[in-house]
T-cell receptor, first 112, second 113 residues
Framework: EAQVTQNPRYLITVTGKKLTVTCSQN?????MSWYRQDPGLGLRQIYY???????DKGDVPEGYKVSRKEKRNFPLILESPSPNQTSLYFC???????????FGPGTRLTVL | KNQVEQSPQSLIILEGKNCTLQ??????????LRWYKQDTGRGPVSLTI?????NTKSNGRYTATLDADTKQSSLHITASQLSDSASYIC????????????FGSGTRLSIRP
């Protein structure tokens, strides 16, 4: 089944404790993106990747890192999480810039 | 500044009724416009896509329209069902390859039995 998976789905952590949210897609897509979704603000892009070893900042990259060492994986790293990073995070992939994005199930992160 | 605005923010209708959601955008140049459906706690799923030259696209009980001159799109839902309760997000892709896609903040639709 073609899909985007994220882990973990739910995470509660404390300020400053490094964490990684994994994202994997099995559709051989070139493009992958990370978004955060907050009430009233809609989806905002954090980082995106156009191919292996090619990443770029989105609209809200501060406090986040990403890597794209393999085509299928695009982990999101929070080196020192803060409470303002409490949010619902989505990973997405698409075959090319014009095609539909396929979204993962989301990761709900709470930083205390 | 490229923007996408959706209205209303939320809407409650009775099961079986029709409804129309609005999307206005200021993106120029314009490549395509998608409507996504997002069930609570899940990722968005694409419903329709329209390019500049298209003015209507249907997907079952969902019909999207586009007026590229006035930069407006609408999503019409016919004979609503309880499973239509979700957020509906309008997403516009600019025509410039250097520009990122722009998400509207969504309309939260609730269908009451």
């Amino acid at each position: 089944e073609a899909q985007v998976t994220q882990n973990p789905r739910y995470l509660i952590t404390v300020t400053g404790k490094k964490l990684t949210v994994t994202c994997s897609q099995n559709m051989n897509h070139e493009y992958m993106s990370w978004y955060r979704q907050d009430p009233g603000l809609g989806l905002r892009q954090i980082y995106y990747s156009m191919n292996v070893e090619v990443t770029d900042k989105g609209d809200v990259p501060e406090g986040y890192k990403v890597s794209r060492k393999e085509k299928r994986n695009f982990p999101l790293i929070l080196e020192s999480p803060s409470p303002n990073q409490t949010s619902l995070y989505f990973c997405a992939s698409n075959r090319d810039r014009e095609r539909e994005q396929f979204f993962g199930p989301g990761t709900r992160l709470t930083v205390l | 500044k490229n923007q996408v605005e959706q209205s209303p923010q939320s809407l409650i209708i009775l099961e079986g009724k029709n409804c129309t959601l609005q999307c206005n955008y200021t993106v120029s140049p314009f490549s395509n416009l998608r409507w996504y459906k997002q069930d609570t706690g899940r990722g968005p799923v694409s419903l329709t896509i329209m390019t500049f030259s298209e003015n209507t696209k249907s997907n079952g009980r969902y019909t999207a329209t586009l007026d590229a001159d006035t930069k407006q799109s609408s999503l019409h839902i016919t004979a609503s069902q309880l499973s239509d309760s979700a957020s509906y997000i309008c997403v516009v892709r600019p025509g410039s390859s250097a520009s990122k896609i722009i998400f509207g903040s969504g309309t939260r639709l609730s269908i009451r039995p």
